[in-house]
Nanobody
Framework: QVQLVESGGGLVQAGGSLRLSCAAS????????MSWFRQGPGREREFVAGISWSAMSNYVADSVKGRFTISRDNAENTVYLQMNSLKPEDTAVYYCAARYGAIGVLTTLYDYWGQGTQVTVSS
């Protein structure tokens, strides 16, 4: 079993920064891609960014490209999402997700999910 726990959410003013963390525990093994999704009020859950086990591949959604950066520390089994230049439309619950294999943008591809962490960006 794999457990994912997000942290780092909070309230920030527009233009500010937050760094989200997702710690994985359990039998994660190798070839374990991790991604961030978000779900704003009244919206569908959407892909934000993903990173492969090797960190050689990563993909960032157009909506956050140039502002958000995903990284991982395999020794700590942790993935990070550095969020800069935050905008009010970034307000959402951010979820960490993981799967064995490549990065995917569809929620249905992921086997493991965290509980989510709230990010609120004020204007």
């Amino acid at each position: 079993q794999v457990q994912l726990v997000e942290s780092g959410g909070g309230l920030v003013q527009a233009g500010g920064s937050l760094r989200l963390s997702c710690a994985a525990s359990g039998r994660t093994g190798s070839n374990f891609a991790m991604s961030w999704f978000r779900q704003g009020p009244g919206r569908e859950r959407e892909f934000v960014a993903g990173i492969s086990w090797s960190a050689m591949s990563n993909y960032v959604a157009d909506s956050v490209k140039g502002r958000f950066t995903i990284s991982r520390d395999n020794a700590e089994n942790t993935v990070y999402l550095q969020m800069n230049s935050l905008k009010p439309e970034d307000t959402a619950v951010y979820y960490c997700a993981a799967r064995y294999g490549a990065i995917g943008v569809l929620t249905t591809l992921y086997d493991y999910w965290g509980q989510g962490t709230q990010v609120t960006v004020s204007s």
